[in-house]
């Protein structure tokens, strides 16, 4: 009976040692399929990330910002965990949108593209501080202060304008009321003369009149 219960032990034993090989071997294999699920997941939406970079560098090259916009944000959206990846491409739209600011003739618009380019170098330097990253920062900042420089400018040209438009209008109702008081002037004194030839003929009249008759 001993060696019955010996033998039934090792049985046991072994049986429960294969139980937990299979269920490692099973976790392994669970694991791995996970792995490569995810890392196909990873590739499938770094395609998608290139893919919608390129459409958003195509609209930057015909100044089209909100389609480069959308396209960017699509891309952001769908940005794998990758660091150095992440990094790389967010940085490629960052540049994208900077090129695009420098482009754009309405301030609004520039000022827009400079806003989503400081969001993309941002997200760029969280995923992985680089030195490209940082000095592309510091261009889309030099870029901004190219920005407000410019519109200060604007506004100081557009004061100007607004204060010589005022000046002009004041200068042409001061004329307009000047030629009015000039012909109100004329006009009285037209009326008055009209007036004093229109009164009878006093005894002193006659009479000078009548010398100047006798007189010739």
Do not use: C, W
């Not at 009015?180 to 007036?195: F, L, N, S, T, Y």
């Amino acid at each position: 009976t001993d060696a019955r219960e010996l033998y039934s032990n090792i049985i046991a034993e072994h049986q429960k040692a294969a139980e937990a090989k299979r269920q490692q071997t099973l976790l392994a294999q669970q694991q791995a399929a996970e792995r490569a699920r995810k890392e196909d997941q990873a590739e499938q939406q770094r395609r998608q990330v290139v893919e919608l970079i390129g459409q958003g560098k195509n609209a930057v090259n015909k100044r089209q910002l909100n389609n480069a916009v959308s396209s960017f944000d699509e891309a952001a959206a769908l940005m794998p965990d990758n660091k150095q990846f992440a990094s790389d491409s967010y940085m490629e739209m960052a540049d994208a949108m900077l090129n695009l600011a420098q482009h754009l003739s309405n301030p609004t618009d520039a000022q827009t593209s400079l806003n989503k380019a400081e969001n993309y170098i941002k997200a760029a330097l969280a995923a992985q501080n680089s030195s490209g990253a940082r000095n592309l920062y510091a261009k889309i900042l030099d870029a901004r202060k190219e920005q407000e420089r410019l519109a200060q400018a604007r506004a100081e040209a557009q004061r100007k304008q607004q204060e010589q438009a005022a000046q002009a209008a004041a200068q042409k109702k001061a004329e307009e009321q000047r030629k009015q008081q000039e012909q109100a002037a004329q006009a009285a004194v037209q009326k008055k003369a009209e007036e004093q030839q229109k009164q009878p003929k006093t005894a002193a009249h006659k009479q000078v009149e009548n010398l100047i008759a006798q007189g010739t």
